[in-house]
């Protein structure tokens, strides 16, 4: 089971009034996922990024029936959960960035608890389950930004439930931007960094459009 513990980077919350969450994948670490930020155009940000307990969220594949997940995958959300509201701030002042299994826990925890959030960039992941449990999710996601990108074929993620997931974001009204690109590999890209920003997801708070 997981407890919060985080790691934090730049300058404080008081200071920034923005919190970018960043989910580290299976066998990563916050420290990894944080050097992410690197590349992206958050410098004006409030870093915060959730330590998985033995630098893994839950035990299985994301498309195993959820119940071979618990109780793990249930305290991975209550810990994203528990961490967006240490962050002090409203929702649509909060961002997300994750990649693979951090990428579906980001996913899984904003349709969990939709909202108007400041932005969601999924770095190849998509909804957990062996199917769609459309029932879990509810609410109203207020045209937040979210983009997800994913390599074909990627070995973890079947860009069939990359779309899957699109449907229901934009069911629950995500402004939803999905980029598939042949032959990627499990990773992050340049070209898909640049695909996630010209979507709009780390714009300013307030700026209105998509950049």
């Known amino acids: 089971m997981h407890k919060?513990?985080?790691?934090?980077?730049?300058?404080?919350v008081a200071e920034t009034g923005k919190a970018l969450i960043m989910i580290h994948g299976r066998g990563g670490s916050a420290e990894d996922i944080l050097s992410l930020a690197d590349a992206l155009p958050v410098g004006d940000f409030t870093l915060f990024a959730p330590k998985a307990v033995s630098n893994s969220w839950y035990p299985y594949s994301f498309?195993?029936?959820?119940?071979?997940?618990?109780?793990?995958?249930s305290s991975a959300v209550e810990v994203v959960g528990k961490l967006v509201k240490e962050t002090g701030l409203p929702m649509e002042r909060i961002w997300f960035t994750g990649f693979?299994?951090?990428?579906c826990l980001t996913l899984e925890y904003i349709a969990r608890n939709a909202g108007k959030y400041g932005g969601v960039a999924a770095f190849t992941g998509g909804l957990i389950g062996d199917r769609i449990y459309r029932d879990k999710y509810m609410g109203d996601l207020g045209g937040?930004?979210?983009?997800?990108?994913?390599?074909?074929?990627?070995?973890?993620?079947?860009?069939?439930?990359?779309?899957?997931t699109e449907k229901v974001l934009k069911e629950l009204g995500a402004d939803v931007r999905v980029r598939v690109y042949p032959g990627m590999g499990h990773t992050i890209t340049q070209k898909e960094i640049e695909d996630?920003?010209?979507?709009?997801?780390?714009?300013?708070?307030?700026?209105?459009?998509r950049g």
């Open 4 to 12: 919060l513990q985080y790691e934090t980077a730049g300058k404080p």
């Open 63 to 73: 498309l195993m029936p959820p119940e071979r997940n618990e109780p793990w995958l």
């Open 100 to 103: 693979s299994q951090g990428a």
């Open 144 to 164: 937040t930004p979210v983009f997800i990108g994913t390599g074909d074929p990627d070995p973890h993620v079947p860009v069939e439930r990359v779309l899957e």
């Open 196 to 209: 996630a920003v010209a979507a709009g997801v780390w714009r300013s708070v307030g700026s209105g459009g």
